[in-house]
T-cell receptor
Framework: NAGVTQTPKFQVLKTGQSMTLQCAQD?????MSWYRQDPGMGLRLIHY???????DQGEVPNGYNVSRSTTEDFPLRLLSAAPSQTSVYFC??????????????FGPGTRLLVL | LAKTTQPISMDSYEGQEVNITCSHN???????ITWYQQFPSQGPRFIIQ???TKVTNEVASLFIPADRKSSTLSLPRVSLSDTAVYYC???????????????FGKGTKLSVIP
């Protein structure tokens, strides 16, 4: 198993550009989520999904869109990048739809710089 | 959302036992306490989870008093490779339609000194 994979590892954008951060998992996990991590901060939840076709907003959803057409993939879209979105983005997955004993598996992260 | 408070940083010498305490005064009845570890340039990794009393696995122990308003992560005989940020999470917080969120705080940066 590759676990949770993220692409690209690093990206530089200009203000106003759009891009999609890719996240895939091969563990047949139902729950997937996106976090952002800024220097000196913990992880903040952007969007999450409890299964294909179902998404919901987290703590900081503004400026980001998600969709979940398959169990494996959960892309994060930035429609018009802003410097405030410069951050490290982590994707995570877990087995079920809300079991409290589930372990979250995180990807290696994508470093995004918006100029 | 249940808020957690942890020390910002801690230093320890190799071979010592390290205890990191997390305060969560408004923990809800259904909340669990979970700890994650994050190395530089990597995603967080699950360490341990508990509801009350004591939980132990091959990596750490988790102590939770009866009132559950705090918890302590104990790492036995730390090595340089244990240098990382440790996050205490309380929850998950359930929203509508059976979905839930996990909330990370700022974590505790543990530095192990040779």
């Amino acid at each position: 198993n590759a676990g949770v994979t993220q692409t690209p590892k690093f990206q530089v954008l200009k203000t106003g550009q759009s891009m999609t951060l890719q996240c895939a998992q091969d563990m047949n996990h139902e729950y997937m989520s996106w976090y952002r991590q800024d220097p000196g901060m913990g992880l903040r939840l952007i969007h999450y999904s409890v299964g294909a076709g179902i998404t919901d907003q987290g703590e900081v959803p503004n400026g980001y869109n998600v969709s979940r057409s398959t169990t494996e993939d959960f892309p994060l879209r930035l429609l018009s990048a802003a410097p405030s979105q410069t951050s490290v983005y982590f994707c995570a997955s877990s087995q079920g739809q809300g079991g409290v004993l589930e372990t979250q598996y995180f990807g290696p992260g994508t470093r995004l710089l918006v100029l | 959302l249940a808020k957690t408070t942890q020390p910002i940083s801690m230093d320890s010498y190799e071979g010592q036992e390290v205890n990191i305490t997390c305060s969560h005064n408004n923990i809800a009845t259904n909340d669990y306490i979970t700890w994650y570890q994050q190395f530089p340039s990597q995603g967080p990794r699950f360490i341990i989870q508990g509801y009350k009393t004591k939980v132990t696995n091959e990596v750490a122990s988790l102590f939770i008093p009866a009132d559950r308003k705090s918890s302590t992560l104990s790492l036995p005989r730390v090595s340089l490779s244990d240098t990382a940020v440790y996050y205490c999470l309380v929850g998950p917080t359930y929203s509508g339609a059976g979905s839930y969120q996990l909330t990370f705080g700022k974590g505790t940066k543990l530095s192990v000194i040779p």
